[in-house]
């Protein structure tokens, strides 16, 4: 009985941390994914733009009943492309003091 029960137990806490594993490569992939716009264009309404469209892809996965409309994945995709922008910044800062460097 005692057995059962702790094997019952440890069964749903590794199905609980493969859940969260999962929701954290959810969370990585969706900020990767917007990495690039953030570099190809590197201003800060970019973000507000890339919010924009990913709310819409989110309301397109809503209506289309494909997908699962979710919040976060706006949030995590301006993320991305704020990440993006500031690795475009940060290298402009680096290029100009180097330059002042030569």
Excluded at 13 to 20: F, G, H, K, M, S
Excluded at 34 to 45: C, D, N, Q, R, T
Excluded at 85 to 96: A, D, E, N, P, Q
């Amino acid at each position: 009985m005692q057995t059962d029960n702790a094997r019952a137990i440890t069964e749903r806490t590794l199905a609980e941390c493969d859940r969260v594993k999962s929701l954290r490569m959810e969370i990585l992939l969706n900020i990767i994914l917007f990495i690039p716009v953030g570099l190809l264009a590197p201003k800060w309404k970019t973000v507000g733009l890339a919010a924009g469209y990913s709310m819409l892809i989110e309301l397109a996965q809503l209506v289309s009943f494909r997908g699962l409309f979710e919040f976060d994945d706006v949030i995590h995709n301006a993320l991305g492309t704020a990440l993006g922008v500031l690795i475009v910044l940060g290298m402009r800062r680096l290029v100009k003091r180097w330059h002042l460097l030569i």
